[in-house]
Structure formats: C-alpha cells, structure tokens
C-alpha cells in the first residue's frame, strides 16, 4: 500500500524582479508504507522544496500530494539539516517539546522520553543543553524529537551533512536499526551516493533544476551493508552513470 502519491507536482517561484523560477517540474512518484526512500540530487535542484511540500510548510503551484490515498494531512517528524534545537531547552525538554504541544499527561512525557533517549544511546545526557553536545549528539536528539510525536512518515533533510565521515557512518548505522525498529516510512534527502546506496530500498535520482525524475534505483541488498563489497560498489557505479549531470 502507498502511504504517499505525488502527482503532476510542480513548484515555482517569484523573484522580487518578478521573474518566475522554476524549481519542481512534473514530479510524479510513491511511497509505500514502510519504506525507506532516497532522493538523491544535486544542490540546489529543489530537493528541499520538495520536502517542505510534503511536509505542507510550502504549498505547490500546481498538483496532488495524496496520503494513504486520502488527502488527510498526517503526523510528520521532520529532521532538518540544520539541528535546529531549541538552545535554552535541555535534551529531555527538547524531546519533550513536540509531546507537550500535543498534550500529553506529564507521566506519559516521561515515560516516552526515557525510552527514547535509551533508544538514541543518550542515558546520562538527559540534562544537558545542545551546546554541550557533540554534533552527531545534537543529531539523536533531533531524531529522537521528530520519532517522539509517533509521526506516521519521518522526513529528514540532508540531516548528516555537516558531520565527519566517521560520526555520519555511525548515525547512519543508527539510523538504519533505527527504522528496522520503528517500521517507520522515511523519506531521506541527500547528494550523497554512497550514503543512499547504504541507507534505502530504493533511489530517485532527481534531474538539475528544475528538478523532476530522472531514473530510480532499487536497492536489493541485504542489511548490514559492506561498503566495500563488490555488488555495493557496483550498485554505486551503476547510479552515477545514471546521473551524469
């Protein structure tokens, strides 16, 4: 079952000298329940306004977002490049935020943040503020925060890119047991090959923009995956020729 249809998706943009942009063109594809997808394009070709569309923080200029094939809005956690948590917030307020907006009793608050920061391997940091915390820290709080609403799809958003390669490998090893554990449906944004390669069940490789797709990868290896076997490297090259920008 699909748990998410873009249909006929276009997007563009007016410049204060009133010239049109076009960032998304004729953008089809699904999602189906469960799956872990990656878009994966070049920067600047719209993959976040993409994102933020899905998300109903931008509305298309034209075309169809469909939800479990109704039009009802979902819960959405959305990991964001940038961290952006709330500094005078603490790690357990930051998690504890989006649950008080929704109303949560203060027993059931703590009683899910407990198990998430278990969850994210952050026992012991419950107290600490973000500047306390190292990057990839700063990352499991995020996604702690966006898994801790129960959303039925998670979006992120480039959300290792300003990491060191080790710390980006580790979370995406988190990241993966993660998403076994959940069953969550993600939508993951990145331009990095090898990264897609090791995290999905399948690539859009999106055009220049405007962006639109351009070709699709389906990722049939089994998980954990060895970055230096022969089918991984050659799934790698395979989507690098197909994006030839």
């Known amino acids: 079952m699909n748990k998410l249809e873009i249909q ?3 997007k563009t943009f007016v410049s204060e000298k009133n010239n049109k942009i076009n960032v998304i063109k004729d953008m089809n594809f699904a999602v189906k329940e469960g799956e872990f997808l990656c878009l994966l394009g070049p920067s600047g070709c719209g993959k976040t306004t993409l994102l933020r569309i899905i998300a109903n923080l931008e509305n298309p200029t034209s075309g169809i977002v469909t939800w479990d094939q109704n ?3 979902p819960k959405i956690g959305f990991v964001f490049q940038e ?4 500094p005078w917030r603490t790690v357990y307020g930051n998690i504890a935020f989006g ?3 929704l109303g949560k009793e203060k027993e059931e608050i703590q009683k ?6 278990s969850f994210v391997n952050l026992k012991g940091f419950e107290n600490s503020y ?6 990839g820290m700063q990352k499991r709080v995020a996604i702690a925060r966006a898994l801790a609403v129960n959303p039925d799809i998670l979006l992120m958003d480039e959300p290792f890119v300003s ?5 980006r490998n580790t979370l995406q090893k988190e990241l993966v ?6 069953n969550k449906t993600v939508i993951f944004i990145t331009h990095n090959v090898d990264e897609a390669v090791y995290l999905s069940d399948r690539v859009l490789i999106l055009t220049q923009r405007p962006t639109s797709i351009k070709a699709e990868a389906n990722i049939l290896l089994q998980r954990p995956r060895d970055r230096t076997s022969i089918d991984f490297i050659n799934i790698r090259k395979d989507i690098l020729s197909k994006m030839n920008y």
């Open 177 to 182: 047991k993660i998403w076994k554990k959940t």
């Open 99 to 101: 649950l008080e907006l």
């Open 8 to 10: 006929q998706l276009n």
């Open 112 to 117: 899910e943040i407990k198990r998430l920061i």
């Open 130 to 135: 973000p500047r306390e915390l190292s990057g």
């Open 71 to 73: 039009s009802i809005q």
């Open 83 to 86: 961290h952006s948590l709330l």
């Open 163 to 167: 990491l060191d390669a080790q710390t």
